[in-house]
């Protein structure tokens, strides 16, 4: 690859009536560059160009961006393979503070809305909680989430009610302290979420599995959290 | 919350700016595992207590980290704190202060439990209790078979004890400031430090946070380097705050290359990878750590694995096209040990490199990775500095942990597993020191306006309008002269070159000006000032380096090869005024048990 095109969504709140797309063109570009190589060069040429990363290997969470219509972290996304020119915007369906940069505190609420912490009532021992190697796999796919809001933000139940619905990665983690057998609070997680909208707004539309970088799945995970509050009522 | 006036801009054209100013009884700087564990101290003692930080906690280095953390648990074979601390010690080439590796490693076994209290899913063995890995530096009895002290979540292990950290401050209700950035301490004539000014990075205002006391938890440099293995918001902030303020950085000479970053890339392979069965091999498919370090081969100490490495390729025994790397084999190991134990390893080098390390080896390089130096701190995590030439006393007010600070439990040369023990120990020991500070101090100090005001001035340089350098450009260029001239191994006359290069950078720094000036979410501002942190870091490692004539753990100096503790037993102190260097003796008393005197280092 030599010269790859782009165009990235660009609001300046100071400046801009209304957001726009802008276009820029990169030379010499590596085979193995990827989108966050290819923004900061960028932004090396033209500093007002904003967005937020830092680990640059996909364990933060810092850069999840809308990439040609797709969620994903620009870190570990390569240009190779993506058609041109190659469209840049911000995760979609939450309010934009300037260029690539969201406001992620509705995604946060709803994070700490369900009570993402152990909780153990009984007396603390001095050693740890035994849990056999079985009771510790239950928690992969669930404990690696970076809440990068890539999944929550491809969800149209979230981008409708994201007051209400508490989307994708508040649920699967959420399913994480349940899927713990340390912890001892399953009934009121449970609880917690009866209504019509907190969970039960997922139509298993499935894009936050698709999306996510991890290759986590919430929608799994929801579905296995219906099933224990199907149990509890039983 | 209120609202103070303070002075800004040049003596012809000044302006009084309104900045809002709130109140805390502590003032955390840092939301990495240092920061939010000593903010979960205060937070549960009902301390009112705000954590700043440029980024979302979760965002935070520590998030990055991926072997483990040391304890010994003795969970897989025996094991005791006391061997644990023998190793820390020869591992700091005995630069470690063995007071306070003594503390260290008493406190890790309570404080990995607690770990696993707050909901951390450490990985486990068959009888419930958590899996250990053997980790590099790490002996049974003194230097005797290789023990296994490293307590891992996978190969997650940072992101796994962050995000529980985390979890746990939300429980407790601590005050967080997401996304504002630290620009300057303020302090009052007799030296107390009174908070700090911010600049909220959404809107681009100032605000002021008094408190009675400040912790900085601000991490290492390690984008110092071209190549390394931190974040991009690894800067050094709180480190070179200090320095602003006055105070000497200690130790800033040794940095840490870590023997396994991915080749020419740098994104980390952990030890554990080597823990777990890996080896190095050079271009002749020869296990060459044998010859370096008989006994311990490649769980040898980093600085002494990373050395290695670096004459291999230097004596033309390298891999690859221009010989510059080392192969990490890990595929001689059952598929299911690595999937397992290394999933993140398997996809991150899946990610970068398009190659499955189940089948094929991994190029690496030394690659920097760890701030060994920073803040002079005592085990409570006071920041101490001597007074004229006298005894340490505390800057009252001011408190440091984690990467940022030097307890000094690494010395020279940090072993894996210790940087996450340092964070929850040091952590929670000065969450609790200014639990007891604050029960005396019922009040906060008036705040001191000249000290504003320079903060501001400070802030509002970058409003200067101009041509000239962009910040990437200089920064760029600090990247490759520490690189060139402060890398592994280092000369008299190297170093000189670096500390002239870095000298003229810092000239040149005056004459960078932004071209964008808008408030909201600025990160062109914030980037120019984590520039201005750099540059004054960077001018700091090489001078103390150059200074320090022999060779210690990860400092090598060809033309000082051996280690000097007639001369050099002793910490580096540099001064920001005059670059001036102090020195001060290493403590070679521990709490309780007899001193482990300097051994000639063999692994």
Redesign the interface.
Known sequence: MTSVRFSVYRY????DESPYMQDYILENVPA?MMILDALKKL??ED??L?????????????DGVNINGRNGLSC?TPLAGLKQPIEIRPLPGMPV???L?ID?EPF?KQY?AV????I?NDP?P????????A??DK?DGL??C??CACCSTACPSFWWNPDKFLGPAALLQSFR?LA?S?DQATDDRLDQMEDAYKLYRCHTIMNCAQVCPK?LNPTEAIGKTRQMMLKQFL | MGFGYFTCGDEMNQIKLAVERRRFDTLVIGAGGGGLRAALQLAQADAHVAVVSKVFPTRSHTVAAQGGINAALANVVPDNWHWHMYDTVKGSDYLGDQDAIEYMCRAASRLVVELEHYGVPFSRLDNGSIYQRPFGGQSQNFGGDQAARTCAAADRTGHAILHSLYQQNIRAKTHFFDEYFAIDLLKDESGYILGALMICIETGEPLIIEAKTTLLATGGVGQLFRTNTNAHINTGDGIAMALRAGIPVQDMEFFQFHPTGIAGKGMLITEGARGEGGYLVNKDGERFMERYAPHAKDLASRDVVSRAIATEVREGRGCGPDGDYALLKLDHLPAEVIRKRLPGICSMVQTFLHIDPVEQPIPVAPTAHYTMGGIPTNRHGQVVVPVQQGAEEPIPGLYAVGECACVSVHGANRLGGNSLLDIVVFGRAAGNHIIEFLQESRTHRPLDSDSVDNALAHLSRWDRKGGGESVDQLRNEVQMTMEKYASVFRTDDVMQEGIDKMLEIEQRLNDVCLKDHSKVFNTARIEALELENLVDLGIATVVSAQARKESRGAHSRIDFPDRDDEHWLKHSLFHKEGRQLDYKPVRMKPLSVDTFPPKPRVY
């Not at chain 1, 967005?51 to 640059?56: K, L, N, T, V």
């Not at chain 1, 009570?115 to 152990?118: F, G, I, S, T």
């Open positions: 300046n709140p100071e400046r193995d932004k090396a500093e007002s904003s967005f937020r990363h830092s680990c640059g290997e996909g364990v933060c969470g810092s570990i503070i300037r260029d940069i992620m946060y700490r009570k993402p912490y152990l153990v603390e001095e050693i740890e909680y035994k849990q056999s190697p009771q510790r928690l404990y690696e970076v809440l302290f713990d340390r290759g």
